[in-house]
């Protein structure tokens, strides 16, 4: 069973870019990483995906994203074309690969910041990826 690297993902990009970057990344998977139903519901200020159970980030080594009631829901105030940033909770097994997450950011041109605290083998991560290139991947390995 693996340690897992908790935190937070951030999504920077236009709400077309965060909208298509999110559902063709995310995708719903059961405990034994079988596909499950996901639903989206986008009524013009507001995009909802509705899980059957845990969201995964295709592409990744057991990138998650875990809510009680498996439910993600931002709402967009602004121009299409205005910026936006979303936030979501995160979790992946042991450490957190900033090159898996390359590749997403390049082919859907968002930028990208995952803060996690693992706590088994004593580490913060912080990873910073702007317009497909890491600007930042820091790993503090603390003592208790």
């Given at each position: ?23 063709d ?25 509705k ?15 875990r ?8 709402d ?14 995160f ?11 390359v ?42």
């Open positions: 069973m693996p340690n897992w690297a908790e935190g937070t993902i951030k999504v920077r990009g236009t709400k077309n870019q965060i909208i298509d970057y999110l559902s990344t995310l995708e719903c998977v059961d405990f034994l990483g079988n596909d499950m139903k996901i639903e989206i519901l986008d009524d013009g200020t507001t995009i909802t995906f899980g059957e159970d845990v969201f995964y980030f295709k592409g990744t080594q057991r990138g998650f994203v809510t009680e009631d498996n439910i993600l829901s931002f967009f105030w602004g121009e299409p074309e205005t910026i936006e940033i979303i936030e979501m909770p979790k992946q097994a042991w450490a957190v690969e900033a090159s898996e997450f590749k997403l950011s390049k082919k859907h041109g968002v930028d990208i910041k995952i803060f996690t605290f693992e706590r088994g083998m004593g580490f913060t991560q912080e990873i910073e990826i702007i317009k497909g290139k890491i600007t930042r991947n820091k790993t503090i390995k603390y003592e208790n």
